[in-house]
């Protein structure tokens, strides 16, 4: 069986509960031809991708999902790219807030999704949720492990990718209640 790694981050900027965790959490522990992974990261920069690459480099998966909070969508959406760039408006959970520094000196300025992103959003739509295309995954901890996992695995049969998730209800407006996050993260996954 094919192996998934999805991961979610733990709460940031003062709110005391993630949507992406939560739902990764929930997620079942096969989801059609794949055995499913999930990883806490935290919300920092360097050390949440850094996290990511070693639970990967021990299992070896074939796909690698990060998920994490975009607080002002309303809609379930799979990032199409990412970009060479750390520019944070706010702390993160490290107290550290980098401004206009690359991810990888020299790298390329952005690195596309090597998920079926499409096929994804096709997928959440068909199950009666809200799904989207987003075209930048911010430049906070989110877009620095979609860069860096695209970077790391970029020519190889590795696949991977982000997806961003609305608030909790009890989180504010625009929101999504936990369950259709849960249904949507396995629609995606189903789309592989
Ligand atoms: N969302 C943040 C980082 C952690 C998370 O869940 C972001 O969009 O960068």
Not at 23 to 31: G, H, M, R, S
Request: glycine fraction near 10%; hydrophobic fraction near 45%.
């Amino acid at each position: 069986m094919k192996k998934l790694l999805i991961t979610g981050f733990d709460p940031f900027g003062g709110e005391s509960v993630n949507p992406s965790w939560e739902a990764v959490k929930l997620l079942p522990d096969q989801i059609g031809g794949y055995e499913i992974h999930k990883l806490q990261i935290p919300t920092v920069f360097g050390l949440a991708p850094r996290t990511v690459l070693e639970k990967a480099a021990e299992i070896q998966p074939d796909v690698i999902i990060s998920v994490g909070q975009a607080g002002t969508r309303a809609a379930v959406t799979p990032e199409r790219i990412g970009i060479n760039i750390r520019d944070a408006r706010i702390a993160d959970n490290a107290g550290i807030s980098p401004k206009d520094e690359f991810i990888v000196p020299g790298g390329p300025d952005g690195l596309f999704s090597t998920l079926p992103v499409k096929a994804m959003i096709a997928a959440i739509q068909a199950a009666g949720l809200p799904g989207a295309v987003s075209n930048t995954a911010g430049t906070f901890v989110c877009n620095d492990v979609l860069y860096s996992l695209l970077h790391h695995y970029a020519g190889t049969h590795v696949r991977c990718g982000f997806i961003h998730v609305p608030w909790l209800p009890q989180q504010g407006t625009p929101s999504l209640p936990l369950e259709d996050t849960v249904k949507a993260l396995e629609a995606a996954v189903s789309a592989l």
